[in-house]
């Protein structure tokens, strides 16, 4: 036998399975088919209701809305594509570049930054080997890029570095008396000879007083302007820097007298009266005149004395 419970539980089926078939489906209905059981029949899987590809179908309180999805705009039957880009609604950092895709964007990181586009940092081209400057340049990192600077002495875009002829054109900072001589990226000052210094400031070396003179140890050095002049001394002859003893008495250049005798010494000569005379050598007497008398030859003494 059936109990009541299960009688009255048939009789229910029933009137659910008679409401059902007597509900008439309208394509202009939206109101939604609730059973007795609890469930809502999807009014959106009908076919004449169509939302866009784009779009989502619900079911509120009896009416059916088509929604455009996230990254579309529309009233759901026609949706089109959100630029965020343009419109300013995406998150992209302001190093970034927004790029619009079909339904979202996409950031990218500025050159010059990394990151995931919503965070970019500046990238250190310098420190990272990622420049392009000269070998002979400088770089200098900036926000987002870099410079590059050619090194003292050098000349150019950075990128390309040429060496400065300081010296031909004229940027030397040589004294007047100093040779330029230029360098890879720089120049050198000397101080020509004859003058001492560090090449930037030269003066006159007195080459005299220092020693460093070439002259003969018989003559004698003058300073000059830049130089010296080396002069042999009396009774030496020669250029200077080197010098001979001079033989006065073979020369003639002595000024002995005609009664002496001239003996030549070493830078100079000496002179001896001869036997019978009294003297300095340069004025000879005869031995029995007075000083005061008349100089004369005489063969022998006795003439003298008899004259």
């Known amino acids: ?28 209905s939206t109101t939604d088919m609730i059973s ?24 509120t309180n009896g009416s059916i809305t088509c929604d455009c999805i996230e990254g579309y705009q529309g009233n759901g039957t026609a949706c089109s594509d959100t630029d965020e880009c343009v419109n300013g609604t ?84 040589c004294d007047a008396d100093a040779d330029c001589g230029n360098t890879d990226g720089s120049f050198t000052c000397v101080c020509k000879t004859g003058y ?33 002049i080396c002069a042999c001394k009396t009774g030496y002859s020669g250029n200077g820097v080197t010098c001979t003893d001079m033989d006065e008495c073979l020369n003639g250049l002595h000024n002995c007298d005609d009664y002496a005798i001239c003996i030549n010494t070493d830078g100079s000569f000496h002179c001896i009266c001869e036997p019978g005379y009294t003297g300095h050598g340069t004025i000879c007497y005869g031995i029995f005149l007075s000083a005061r008398a008349p100089k004369q030859r005489c063969n022998l003494i006795s003439d003298c004395c008899c004259a």
């Open 1 to 28: 036998m059936i109990n009541s419970k299960c009688t009255t539980r048939i009789l229910i089926l029933r009137s659910i399975a008679i409401l059902i078939s007597q509900t008439v489906v309208s394509a202009q």
């Open 36 to 59: 007795t059981t609890g469930f809502v029949l999807d009014e959106c899987a009908i076919d004449n209701i169509t939302c866009e590809v784009n779009a989502v179908c619900t079911v």
């Open 90 to 173: 995406d998150v992209c950092n302001w190093k970034s570049t927004c790029k619009n895709l079909l339904g979202s964007y996409a950031c990218e990181c500025d050159i010059g930054y990394t990151g995931n586009g919503t965070l970019c940092e500046d990238i250190d081209e310098c420190s990272k080997g990622l420049d392009n400057c000269d070998v002979n340049a400088i770089c200098i990192n900036n926000d987002g890029s870099f410079n590059c600077i050619c090194e003292t002495g050098y000349t150019g875009n950075g990128t390309s570095c040429d060496d400065i002829e300081e010296c031909s054109d004229g940027s030397d900072n």
């Open 196 to 228: 001492t210094g560090n090449g930037t400031t030269c003066k006159d070396l007195d080459e005299c007083s220092t020693g460093s003179d070439s002259c003969d140890v018989n003559a004698n050095c003058v300073n000059t302007v830049g130089s010296f």
